[in-house]
């Protein structure tokens, strides 16, 4: 009988740190292809991500990613065949957009903070809930911590297993 373990919060969110580059170029393909594909023009972006290999998509199948992420549940998401890994990948990524994106910004906010002798504090909550086993469902950070994390991520390697267990 194998036991699932449980991540720690403060490794989850150094992983979500170290994978910024990869995950932010996804968002902004997104961006992109909203609106390149409404004034009707073509788009095409690669996703690259180790261990689930490379993939060519145009703009409205990047749309069609995001839209599904919207409406259909990580569980859902998981047992599609019709989908493969990294189409998977990319549409549980932009699923918790919203959450990712407020942890990268919160690093010019910590950084604004300090530089004004503000006191910063910001909670981090499991943006996936049951389908993501972390040891807590949130932390609260203060903006050194925030800085120290963002600092620390530079030492570690992305892990996109670790996204969702």
């Known amino acids: 009988m194998s036991t699932i373990m449980s991540i720690k919060i403060e490794e989850y969110i150094l992983n979500l740190i170290a994978g910024r580059p990869i995950i932010c170029n996804l968002y902004n393909a997104i961006a992109n292809a909203y609106k390149i594909c409404d004034k009707g023009g073509n788009f095409v972006y690669t996703f690259i991500l180790d261990g689930y290999g490379k993939k060519r998509y145009n703009g409205s199948e990047l749309i069609k990613f995001d839209k599904l992420s919207q409406c259909k549940s990580i569980y859902n998401i998981l047992i599609n065949e019709n989908l493969s890994g990294i189409d998977k990948m990319i549409i549980i990524l932009l699923k918790a957009k919203d959450e990712i994106w407020n942890l990268y910004m919160t690093y010019y906010r ?36 925030i800085i120290n994390l963002f600092n620390e991520s530079k030492n570690i390697l992305f892990n996109p297993n670790l996204i969702i267990n």
Request: no cysteine.
């Open 110 to 145: 910590a950084e604004n903070a300090i530089s004004n002798g503000k006191i910063l504090y910001y909670t981090f909550i499991n943006p996936y809930g049951d389908f993501l086993l972390l040891d807590k469902d949130k932390i609260r950070l203060n903006e050194e911590q």
